[in-house]
């Protein structure tokens, strides 16, 4: 293990514990903002590495960089009914107990005048404001990574120029990329006397405008001559080709062949080209489709995590990674030689963009104990509070989540075993990013 995959790994910890620590302040800032009162600002779970109070919060970073939270007095309401001065029957039933145990806990930090500093107290809208804070900082995070990434760097564009990779001989589409025989045929390009770094500008008098077009015109065209535009050191000619049929990978679906379609031979040439704003939004709205669809699949692709775990199975490129997967990512992106550095930090940043955006998407996700429970118990508060305006009813009280703890614990006994498995999986089948 070379000393750049261990620093790959490290500036990959440093900077998810950056994205932790910025979600962490989405919560804080507007929960100041409205007065509750925060007695703990961490980011890390476990033993606590250093600390420092300042007023009445205690910031602080802890040994295990997988998490982070603030501590929040009065999450939980007492129980209806209860009389602070005097004792409480004891609780029947294991989930009655639990979950008065839970109030007990959500009440021991609140101090004489602190009944308006509670969360539980405060108007339902400052609660969705306060929980969405997390989720909405990675999400903005993620944008403006993405931003840098795409409009500072810009993205591998594929341009109508012959590359120098592209093979002078017909290679079969069911035959992997290998060097030319001296039995295959040459290639239509080859035979026309086409060579590296021609750009191709017109087909048969038709203007080429990128290389989706060329591929697109050769293709429908089919086998039979025609006259290809090009600039070679700045001069403009023609060629004379005899395109040739054969059977391609779509260019929608590689999976799937096309049939007897035009093939001329050559291979484009990728330029990074900077994109605007406008295309930062529809990048990062592609992404987010495919990451939601990726959580409704989320049991199926836990299942294949399993059998890649314990069974020897190919790890699936498109599933789910944990923290220790993404660390050893960075670390092979550092420790790769067949990158540039400018490819590094690039990859780098899509790398910690998607992380973030994972991470903001499934924190929405209503249930708790994600953010995005809390979020629901807000709205539902709110929608309940208009519905009694409305009918000209009392003012019903606070929505209580304490009653649906079993469930909550429930639910993070799943998301332990899950982010368990993960951690198993990245050690002993992670995925590679050099395939």
């Given at each position: 293990m070379s000393w750049l995959y261990i620093a790959g790994i490290v500036v990959f910890v440093l900077g998810l514990m950056a994205s932790i620590a910025l979600h962490?302040?989405?919560?804080?800032?507007?929960?100041?903002?409205?007065?509750?009162?925060?007695?703990?600002?961490?980011?890390?779970?476990?033993?606590?590495?250093?600390?420092?109070?300042?007023?009445?919060?205690?910031?602080?970073?802890?040994?295990?960089?997988?998490?982070?939270?603030i501590r929040m007095i009065g999450m939980l309401p007492p129980r209806p009914g209860d009389d602070p001065t005097r004792l409480r029957r004891a609780s029947t039933g294991p989930f009655q107990g639990l979950i008065d145990t839970a109030r007990d806990v959500a009440q021991e930090e609140v101090r004489p005048g602190d009944e308006d500093r509670v969360f539980y107290r405060k108007k339902w809208w400052q609660k969705v404001i306060i929980m969405s804070g997390g989720p909405l900082m990675n999400l903005v995070l993620a944008f403006i990574l993405f931003a840098v990434l795409l409009m500072g760097f810009g993205l591998p564009t594929p341009k109508p120029i012959v590359s120098p990779l592209t093979a002078?001989?017909?290679?079969?589409?069911?035959?992997?990329?290998?060097?030319?025989?001296?039995?295959?045929?040459?290639?239509?390009?080859?035979?026309?006397?086409?060579?590296?770094?021609?750009?191709?500008?017109?087909?048969?008098?038709?203007?080429?405008?990128?290389?989706?077009?060329?591929t697109k015109k050769i293709r429908s065209h089919g086998a039979g001559p025609v006259k290809i535009g090009i600039v070679r050191d700045g001069k403009p000619m023609t060629?004379?080709?005899?395109?040739i049929s054969q059977d391609r990978p779509a260019i929608d679906d590689p999976k799937r062949i096309e049939k007897n379609v035009g093939f001329l031979g050559?291979?484009?040439?990728?330029?990074?080209?900077?994109?605007?704003?406008?295309?930062?939004?529809?990048?990062?709205?592609?992404?987010?489709?495919?990451?939601?669809?990726?959580?409704?699949?989320?049991?199926?692709?836990?299942?294949?995590?399993?059998?890649?775990?314990?069974?020897?199975?190919?790890?699936?490129?498109?599933?789910?990674?944990?923290?220790?997967?993404?660390?050893?990512?960075?670390?092979?992106?550092?420790?790769?030689?067949?990158?540039?550095?400018?490819?590094?930090?690039?990859?780098?940043?899509?790398?910690?963009?998607?992380?973030?955006?994972?991470?903001?998407?499934?924190?929405?996700?209503?249930?708790?104990?994600?953010?995005?429970?809390?979020?629901?118990?807000?709205?539902?508060?709110?929608?309940?509070?208009?519905?009694?305006?409305?009918?000209?009813?009392?003012?019903?009280?606070?929505?209580?989540?304490?009653?649906?703890?079993p469930l909550t614990y429930a639910l993070a006994m799943v998301m332990i075993v899950m982010a368990g498995l993960l951690v198993y999986a990245d050690l002993v089948n992670p995925i590679r990013l050099s395939g």
């Open positions: 962490e302040i989405g919560h804080l800032v507007p929960a100041k903002l409205f007065g509750v009162r925060v007695t703990q600002y961490m980011v890390g779970f476990g033993g606590t590495m250093w600390s420092k109070k300042k007023g009445e919060t205690e910031y602080g970073i802890k040994w295990i960089p997988f998490g982070g939270y002078t001989c017909v290679i079969p589409a069911n035959q992997p990329i290998r060097p030319c025989k001296p039995t295959d045929r040459p290639t239509p390009a080859a035979k026309a006397g086409m060579k590296v770094g021609d750009q191709l500008v017109t087909f048969n008098g038709a203007k080429i405008t990128s290389w989706d077009d060329t060629l004379d080709v005899t395109l050559v291979g484009p040439t990728e330029v990074y080209e900077t994109q605007s704003l406008g295309s930062v939004v529809g990048y990062m709205g592609d992404l987010t489709g495919r990451v939601a669809q990726s959580m409704l699949n989320l049991p199926q692709k836990m299942v294949g995590v399993w059998n890649a775990a314990f069974s020897g199975h190919e790890r699936d490129r498109e599933g789910p990674v944990g923290v220790v997967g993404a660390g050893r990512m960075g670390g092979e992106i550092l420790a790769s030689e067949a990158l540039s550095d400018r490819e590094k930090i690039m990859i780098f940043l899509n790398l910690l963009a998607g992380f973030n955006l994972a991470i903001g998407m499934f924190n929405l996700i209503p249930l708790l104990p994600l953010d995005g429970g809390h979020i629901a118990g807000g709205l539902w508060e709110g929608l309940k509070r208009a519905y009694a305006r409305v009918m000209r009813r009392p003012e019903p009280s606070y929505v209580d989540i304490a009653k649906v703890l």
